[in-house]
């Protein structure tokens, strides 16, 4: 069975430090990662995906098979950046996303 | 245009109650998926349809959970005799090609939050 971990239900650190969120996954095959975002009162969106090797905002993620992570990283974080982040995966023929139970990112100021 | 629009944003049942919950994809999007949101977890993937053919209802968590997209458009997902653990927010999100395992962005709706008394 396929499973997402994210550690952290909350995260909060000052505005301009670096952040990293965490993710772990279990899939014995090659899965797709990505990254949700939801903003206060918005819905869920995409924020990035590991086959585009693209950053967004500032973020970057990179998938180490290894370690089987995709932890998020973003160096200067920014107030805008509070949210409540899930990582998510899709493998095996599976249509549907499994998402891990996010991590709620607090931006002080 | 028009995102995924989802009615009612709220819905109070009481207990044994059936409720049907609406999902208006975008236009054109072929793929269609519901999850389950329970406070305080990540979404989980409910059933799945590519047009108007439920191809995964794998997650579907009992046999009083139904969906249905009869015109391969706009879908329902209906919950009979409603239960107390059924509250949660119910998410509709749609994408532009046939899924199958190759990724095509998902599209989320606001989501239908459910009150079961």
């Known amino acids: 069975a396929q499973r997402v971990t994210q550690p952290e239900k909350l995260l909060s650190v000052f505005k301009g430090a670096p952040v990293e969120l965490k993710c772990n996954y279990s899939?014995?095959?090659?899965?797709?990662l990505f990254w949700y975002v939801q903003y206060s009162r918005q819905r869920l969106q995409l924020l990035l995906r590991?086959?585009s090797r693209e950053s967004i905002k500032g973020f970057t993620a990179d998938l180490n098979k290894g370690e089987t992570s995709f932890h998020l990283k973003k160096p200067f974080a920014q107030e805008e950046d509070s949210a409540m982040y899930y990582c998510?995966?899709?493998?095996?023929?599976?249509?549907?996303?499994?998402f891990g139970k996010g991590t709620h990112l607090i931006i002080q100021p | 245009g028009a995102g995924v629009s989802q009615s009612p944003r709220y819905k109070v049942a009481k207990r044994g109650q059936d409720v049907a919950l609406r999902c208006d994809p975008i236009s054109g999007h072929v793929s269609l998926f519901w999850y389950q949101q329970a406070l305080g977890q990540g979404p989980e993937f409910l059933t799945y349809f590519q047009n108007e053919a439920q191809l995964d209802k794998s997650g579907l968590p009992s046999d009083r959970f139904f969906a249905e997209r009869p015109e391969g458009s706009v879908s329902t997902l209906k919950i009979q005799r409603t239960q107390q653990e059924d509250s949660a927010v119910y998410l509709c999100a749609s994408s532009l090609g046939a899924s199958g395992g190759s990724y095509n962005e998902q599209f989320f709706g606001p989501g239908t939050r459910l009150t079961v008394l």
């Open positions: 998510a995966l899709q493998g095996g023929g599976a249509d549907g996303l499994t």
């Open positions: 590991h086959i």
């Open positions: 899939y014995s095959g090659s899965p797709e």
